[in-house]
């Protein structure tokens, strides 16, 4: 950690005379902020990582019927790697904002808003475990090399990667006193889960995009698109539901334990962290977990698993709000018409 680094970065940034946030800035005093962590990965361990995302990926064809390649990349980072990586889709999914002048917080010093961006952007990089990441796929562009799905590289970035940040999972093992290698293999079933989704609904990622810029848009407008941010919310809902689903199905190990551990773990922290967790909508995507698996666990304890993947066939297949509290109307109006 450094700390002077970040400080320096702000007042460079408060000295730059355009633009609301500086996202060199934001890059910079998060880096000094959170400690890089250890990313020298053994051969050993780098073939270890290698081999779950294969059983990952063939686990999850299994379950979902659903065939489906890796992305180009697994990507090993550090919690450096891991803001570099993700700066730039932040910078992009609020460009609406930063073009009318408005940034994060309107009327507000620039310092400030690279500030609050810096302290969000430090806090995730501090907890973020693995990501497959379909608004920065969608975008086609970043850098980096790429890698075919058996290896895992070490830093860099791909625009089709798959993300493991190491410190982070080793930490978090350590703090649920969980074997290592197991919670690595689960994040890991995870990750591909999301995979297995994006693949079979190819509009999925364009869809979730439209309904982000179209909500940024509005509030860079001074009003608040409730349509957008609700589809954007249902959706994610589905999406983080049918991974929970399918990772009930296709994780090859007792898994019991560890969700316990992990559901608590969503929702614990001290009264800093909380509030943090849930100005960045920790606490929503905590709701989408557990209320998506709820969805589908009751439709594929109707109908079996099969039927859950229809929800990926079309957008209008998604379920609606009401749908997801009672999965038997979204049966009746998609499996059942």
């Known amino acids: 950690m450094d700390i002077a680094r970040s400080m320096r970065a702000l007042a460079d940034a408060a000295d730059a005379p355009n633009g609301v946030v500086d996202w060199d800035a934001v890059a910079e005093a998060a880096k000094g902020a959170v400690d890089p962590g250890d990313v020298r990965v053994e051969p050993a361990e780098r073939e270890a990582i290698a081999a779950d995302v ?27 790697h891991w803001i ?67 290896a895992a590289r070490s830093g860099g970035h791909s625009d089709h990667g798959l993300y493991f940040v190491r410190p982070n999972i080793r930490r978090v093992a350590a703090e649920l006193d969980v074997d290592y290698p197991r919670f690595r293999r689960w994040i890991a079933f995870h990750e591909v889960a999301h995979a297995a989704e994006f693949a079979a609904a190819p509009w999925l990622s364009t869809y979730l995009e439209e309904r982000m810029e179209e909500g940024v848009e509005a509030l860079s407008e001074g009003s608040l698109s409730r349509e957008s941010f609700a589809e954007l919310n249902t959706a994610m809902t589905a999406v983080e539901g049918y991974a929970e689903l399918l990772m009930d199905h296709a994780f ?15 929702g614990g922290g001290d009264p800093l962290t909380r509030l943090l967790k849930r100005a960045l909508g920790f606490e929503m995507k905590r709701e989408q977990y557990e209320r998506g698996a709820a969805f589908f666990e009751a439709v594929a304890d109707e109908t079996g698993v099969a039927t859950t993947t229809l929800v990926w066939d079309a957008p209008e297949n998604l379920p609606t709000e009401a749908e997801l509290d009672d999965p038997g109307l979204w049966l009746d109006r998609v499996a059942r018409a």
Do not use: C, I, W
């Open 54 to 80: 294969r059983a990952a990926r063939d686990g999850l064809r299994a379950a979902s019927g659903v065939s489906f390649d890796l992305p180009d990349s697994v990507e090993v980072q550090s919690r450096h």
């Open 84 to 150: 570099d990586a993700n700066v730039a889709t932040f910078e992009r999914v609020l460009r609406p904002l930063e073009r009318r002048g408005g940034g994060v917080f309107p009327g507000v010093a620039r310092s400030v808003n690279t500030g609050t961006m810096a302290v969000a952007v430090a806090f995730l990089a501090r907890n973020v475990l693995g990501q497959y990441d379909p608004l920065l796929l969608a975008d086609g562009a970043g850098p980096g090399a790429a890698g075919g799905p058996n």
């Open 252 to 266: 090859d190990g007792e898994y019991e334990e560890l969700r316990v551990k992990l559901d608590e773990r969503r």
